[in-house]
């Protein structure tokens, strides 16, 4: 019987990546925020990068800002022997982006039902090497949920890979419905959701996911900022592979450059397909389907029907 502590130790120090590596990010970031115009490089963006920033948040500016309504609740998990209940598992219905109904339930499951995990990539449509990624984890009855690292954002604020490096946002694990975190990109943000199945034990999901879900917890007590370039959603999901077995995924640039994190997770042989990268990845794409089914109750088993 697995021994599920709820004050699992984390090391908030992170690797360090080399100077090439952060400079090429950091021209990647200042080429998105310029849209389709030409990069205009900061003269001070140099400092952003060699300024040394806090990661902890004051819990006080925490709890005095104004949330995004959808972003106000961060998930909060009990832990008793082998079950654990999720609280504000999130389920908003989107409109727009700023027109949604905000919507959260409680999701109770025994440990040993976590059986599969699958690797999800949002690419950019502006910048093919950026990407957002997130983990959807599968219970044994077809259930399936996300937990999606974000940075939190103020009533009234957008995302900026720029703003992301200069402690203007918070980090959250979303941990929320599959129709909620993937139509909100495919309907509404317009662009296209990759999901692989991943390649692991169910052993090792639940090693994951009880990792995933103890730091989530944590950053409740005690929250950080969101960085662009060592906090962000694809870190920390190496991060928390890495923990559980160190130096799975080495150093690099597709983790600092995750548009291409699927290739990579591909290479290491993380993701259970069999067919060429180039295939496999067209096959991987369920933007269509998830379209087709938004409004099916059998819509996480729709999406993985290619």
């Known amino acids: 019987m697995k021994q599920v502590s709820p004050t699992l130790a984390r090391s908030v120090a992170k690797r360090q990546y080399q100077l090439p590596f952060v400079c090429l990010i950091l021209y990647a970031c200042l080429f998105l ?32 800002r104004l949330w995004r309504p959808d972003l106000a609740i961060m998930p909060f998990i009990e832990f008793q022997d082998e079950d654990i209940l999720i609280k504000h598992v999130r389920n908003c219905r989107y409109r727009t982006e700023t027109d949604y109904d905000v919507r959260h339930y409680d999701l109770h499951f025994a440990l040993d039902d976590v059986r599969t995990l699958d690797f999800i990539i949002v690419p950019f449509n502006n910048n093919p ?36 490096i200069t402690n203007k946002f918070q980090l959250m694990y979303v941990i929320g419905d599959e129709r909620d975190l993937i139509l909100l990109r495919t309907d509404v943000r317009k662009v296209d ?4 199945p991943g390649r692991a034990t169910p052993d090792r999901v639940q090693d994951l996911l009880v990792d995933m879900l103890e730091r989530a917890n944590k950053l409740q007590r005690s929250p950080e ?23 799975r ?43 087709l089914y938004r409004d099916s109750p059998d819509f996480s088993d729709k999406i993985r029907r290619n």
């Open 249 to 291: 995924i080495p150093r690099d640039l597709r983790v600092l450059l995750p548009g291409h994190s699927d290739r990579l997770a591909y290479e290491l042989g993380l993701l259970d397909v069999v067919e060429p990268f180039a295939i496999a990845r067209q096959n991987a794409r369920i933007t269509d389907l998830a379209q």
């Open 225 to 247: 900022y969101y960085d662009t370039i060592n906090n962000n959603c694809t870190t920390n999901l190496v991060d928390h592979i890495n923990k559980l077995r160190p130096g």
């Open 193 to 196: 959701v990759l999901l692989y």
């Open 33 to 64: 925020s310029g849209g389709c115009g030409s990069p205009v490089v900061n003269p001070g963006a140099a400092n952003l990068i060699s300024t040394a920033r806090e990661r902890v948040l004051p819990k006080a500016d925490s709890a005095e």
């Open 129 to 164: 090497l950026l990407a957002h990624t997130m983990f959807s984890f599968g219970l044994v009855d077809g259930r399936h949920f996300i937990v999606s690292v974000e940075a939190r954002l103020d009533q009234g604020d957008s995302y900026s890979p720029i703003r992301g």
